[in-house]
Nanobody
């Protein structure tokens, strides 16, 4: 069983930065991809970014391109999401997930963390 624990969320002013972390434990080799997703109040969950454990291949949703960077530290079994130039519309609960393919398709992610709140407000 893969277990995921997110951290690093909080309150930040518009234009600020945050780095989210997702620590993975269990047989992560069976889930070669990791992704970040978010859900804002009253909205459906949406994809943010994805990365492969092995090659580090990355994919970004349009809203994340140029501002967010996903990375991984395989030795620590940890995936990060560096978020810069944050906007109020980035406010959401951010989830990490482990999936069977490096993709932004949520249905290919089987294991999910409990989420961390990110609030962008002045």
């Amino acid at each position: 069983q893969v277990q995921l624990v997110e951290s690093g969320g909080g309150l930040v002013q518009p234009g600020g930065s945050l780095r989210l972390s997702c620590a993975a434990s269990g047989p992560t080799f069976r889930r070669p991809a990791m992704g970040w997703f978010r859900q804002a109040p009253g909205k459906e969950r949406e994809s943010v970014a994805a990365i492969s454990w092995s090659a580090g291949s990355t994919y970004y949703a349009n809203a994340a391109k140029g501002r967010f960077t996903i990375s991984r530290d395989s030795a620590k079994n940890t995936v990060y999401l560096q978020m810069n130039s944050l906007k109020p519309e980035d406010t959401a609960v951010y989830y990490c997930a482990a999936g069977s393919a490096v993709t932004l398709l949520q249905r290919l992610y089987s294991y999910w963390g409990q989420g961390t709140q990110v609030t962008v407000s002045s």
